[in-house]
């Protein structure tokens, strides 16, 4: 199963760049720009037959607008034994103790790299007894490649021009290649949770990837549909 990480970071340009950082390396990812609207999410976020909290790991900011983030982290310590990793500017010895001391199971000062906060992740994951599967970022069928971490689209080598919705759904579907995504998982990953209802979104733009990646549009052999239930790209070479 995909695992699923909250990102509860006020920064809009902070948290779109790690969300979509992070969603290549195949997390999915939830996000929140408050103290309030993280709590809402962790109450909210069980998996269908699931019990609390359906979250496998946290990246907390602390300068949250309507409030601090180390009030999110006594609540979660208090619930749940989550992983949580607090990314913050602040910089001071005492702060990042009396965080750790709280129950953050490590600290990062920003600036940070990408890759060292996945590093960090995956440890904290790996001390919780979370496996980790290898994400795919790289997918290739009929002549037909996708690669997320360049990234880029060919086809019979050919450049395919995708626009940014084209490639998040394309790349949402990369991510579990082989297995049947939801309309709704499609939905709320690549437009958000408030169109999940939306499916009229999916057919125009799965109509647009199929006339640019399959051979026969109308015949798809990549892309194909799962009646009443989603969408199914098919397991790469």
């Known amino acids: 199963m995909t695992l699923r990480v909250l990102l509860v970071e006020d920064d809009r340009a902070l948290r779109a760049t790690l969300r979509a950082a992070l969603a290549v390396e195949g997390y999915e990812v939830l996000t929140a720009a408050s103290l309030s609207e993280g709590l809402a999410v962790v109450a909210h976020a069980a998996r269908p037959g699931e019990a609390s909290p359906g979250l496998d790991l946290v990246l907390l900011d602390l300068g949250l607008p309507d409030g601090d983030g180390d009030t999110l982290l006594q609540s ?43 590093a960090r992740m995956r ?72 169109y999940v209802d939306h499916t009229h979104y999916l057919r125009l733009y799965m109509g647009q990837l199929r006339a640019k990646l399959e051979a026969v ?11 009443g239930m989603g969408y199914r790209l098919v397991e790469g070479a």
Do not use: N
């Open 217 to 227: 549009p109308a015949e798809p052999r990549l892309l194909l549909t799962e009646p």
């Open 76 to 118: 979660l310590r208090k619930r749940h034994g989550l992983p949580v990793l607090v990314i913050s500017a602040r910089e001071a010895e005492g702060q990042k103790i009396r965080l750790l001391d709280a129950g953050a199971d490590d600290y990062l000062v920003k600036p940070f790299g990408m890759a060292e906060l996945l």
């Open 123 to 194: 440890v904290a994951l790996r001390h919780r007894g979370t496996a980790l599967a290898p994400a795919i970022t790289r997918w290739q069928h009929e002549g037909v490649c996708v690669d997320l971490a360049d990234p880029r689209v060919l086809r019979d080598g050919q450049p395919v021009h995708l626009t940014p919705t084209e490639f998040k759904l394309l790349a949402r579907l990369v991510r579990s290649a082989g297995r049947i995504v939801t309309h709704r998982q499609l939905l709320a990953d690549v437009w958000g949770a408030e």
